[in-house]
């Protein structure tokens, strides 16, 4: 047999199975966690009108075919956010989802075309508390694990420590030298060629076509994500309200909006919300971002309308989802996704 046989193999399952024994002690403790704290597990649909409305999402579509022969698309689901946001206006105040999305145009050490998210929202509750779930998690993942440390391609934090709480705009001072606040307007609008003049000063690449997002995204993940928990988890805060879609803007700073993302040696491990429900505002929100893929990629995702209505009667959360096969690889010390992944997709 040689390093190439496919992951069925007598030996090869052999050798990923202890961690994936690991994976589900992990599970059922995430599990249980929730239970306890009165949130109600959820199962929806992995059909959807609508995959989700991000530019860089790319889905994987399919259709549905009537008894009257009618055939109408639909989508597999990037994340059960949509769902799950139905749900609270129905009532729901405490739910967590811990299921398969796929995501197209996604393979490597650290991507998947499936993989199991675990999302989790809290009504009536700040982001902050969603922060504190975070760390709690962290320590439970490793403790089940029987994991001191986490780690990844030479790079370790330490799980059980309080995470170092940092805003985006600290992050693009401290890693690059960009004062990245200079560069959005209070209104939210953003200043393409300030930012293009920063990243030209900071030595960073740049091209005559990037946009502000293009740029953003540069240094995101030239300079920031590559310096991100490092020694004990980070939680990068208070992004710019333009690179956050399906969050509210802060209280403090309407330049900035409450989302936050949770990293643990240099890997993006969540992306949390104080959830925006004003249906207007996500509306605009959600044209800007197809308007750019349709851009970027010659295509565009519909809106789901019935979302839409249901964002008009929600209550106040918070919300976040988890990739739960990252968290997976950093307690087992994985290199690759799929070593934590029970069957694999088939490479194409």
Known sequence: MTDASPWWTPH???????????????????????????????????????PGNEAHLAAFATE?????????????????????????????????????????RERGPLHHPEFTMLEWYRVGESYESLMLD????????????????FSFRGRDCDPFAEPERLTVADAFT?????????????????????????????????????????????V????????LGLGRATILCEYPVAEAALARPSAGDPRVAERFELYGC????????????DPEEQ??????????KQRIYGERYPIDEDFLAALAIMPQASGIALGFDRLVMLA????KIEDVIWTPVAAM
């Open 283 to 292: 509306r605009r929100r959600f044209v800007i971002e197809m308007d750019e």
């Open 134 to 149: 975070c760390a709690a998690l962290l320590a439970l993942a490793a403790e089940r694990a029987g994991a001191r440390r």
């Open 220 to 227: 995101m993940v030239e300079k920031v994500e590559p310096a």
């Open 64 to 104: 549905a075919i009537g008894s009257d022969g009618m055939r109408s698309p639909l989508y597999l689901h990037t994340s059960p956010e949509f769902a799950c946001k139905k749900l609270l206006a129905a009532g729901e105040p405490r739910i967590f989802s811990f299921g398969p999305v796929y995501r197209n």
């Open 266 to 277: 240099g890997v993006e491990l969540a992306n949390g919300f104080g959830e925006l429900t």
């Open 12 to 50: 090869v399952h052999a050798d990923r199975r202890p961690r994936l024994m690991l994976r589900n002690g992990i599970a059922a403790s995430l599990r249980d966690w929730f239970s306890r704290r009165d949130f109600v597990e959820v199962e929806t649909a992995a059909l959807q009108i609508s």
């Open 174 to 218: 401290r890693h690059a030298g960009i004062d990245l606040l200079a560069t959005i307007a209070t209104d939210g609008s953003t200043d393409r060629e300030a930012l293009y003049d920063a990243l030209n000063r900071a030595g960073l690449r740049t091209a005559p076509d990037d946009n502000w997002a293009d740029l953003f995204s540069r």
């Open 332 to 335: 087992t010390g994985a290199q």
